[in-house]
T-cell receptor
């Protein structure tokens, strides 16, 4: 079946450090790929997405590129801020926008001042 | 309302009791999803409602789980004869058909079965 694998956490970084959070997927075909973020006390929200190979999603300084050859969608940010502290979930979806998402386990990021 | 509202935010129940979790989606959102997240696990899909279509129940883990939705409004997720393995955060999400991609999630209900 379809699945999403995220790197083990938690991750702790100092402010302005470079961030990479790995995500790989297993799927038959080419799904759409997403990163969701959950800030403390809030619901999950869409951070960025990519719908086909080589697409790059970006938002709030975060980027992720859909790599078909490595079935990956790693999340990166050049300089993290304390306000980026949150739980990050990678997800995939087949079909249209109403289709269900398949999520990874999530990873907690803590950024120290 | 402005967001997806779930209640209660926390629920502690005794094993064997029934519980009912509530989700108020964003007004006008036709699609509604229930997920759960057990400790150390990813979000598991449970059930999906889309307008008046038959719901997709393929993620419900057992017949102790059921969910209803009245039209395009409130949804309730019911767990009968709760077991300790039902302890999880239950998340509800909604989206508008034809709207921007991406679900709007509620803050979840943390269920603890003791």
């Amino acid at each position: 079946g379809n699945s999403v694998t995220q790197m083990e956490g938690p991750v702790t970084l100092s402010e302005e450090a470079f961030l990479t959070i790995n995500c790989t997927y297993t799927a038959t075909g080419y799904p759409s790929l997403f990163w969701y973020v959950q800030y403390p006390g809030e619901g999950l929200q869409l951070l960025l997405k990519a719908t086909k190979a080589d697409d790059k999603g970006s938002n709030k300084g975060f980027e992720a590129t859909y790599r078909k050859e490595t079935t990956s969608f790693h999340l990166e940010k050049g300089s993290v801020q304390v306000s980026d502290s949150a739980v990050y979930f990678c997800a995939l979806r087949f079909g249209g926008a109403n289709s269900k998402l398949t999520f990874g386990k999530g990873i907690t990021l803590s950024v120290r001042p | 309302g402005a967001g997806v509202s779930q209640s209660p935010s926390n629920k502690v129940t005794e094993k064997g009791k029934d519980v009912e979790l509530r989700c108020d989606p964003i007004s006008g959102h036709t699609a509604l999803y229930w997920y759960r997240q057990r400790l150390g696990q990813g979000l598991e899909f449970l059930i999906y409602f889309q307008g008046n279509s038959a719901p997709d129940k393929s993620g419900l883990p057992s017949d102790r789980f059921s969910a209803e939705r009245t039209g395009e409004s409130v949804s309730t997720l019911t767990i009968q004869r709760t077991q300790q393995e039902d302890s999880a955060v239950y998340l509800c999400a909604s989206r508008s058909t034809g709207g921007p991609d991406g679900y709007t999630f509620g803050s979840g209900t943390r269920l603890t079965v003791v």
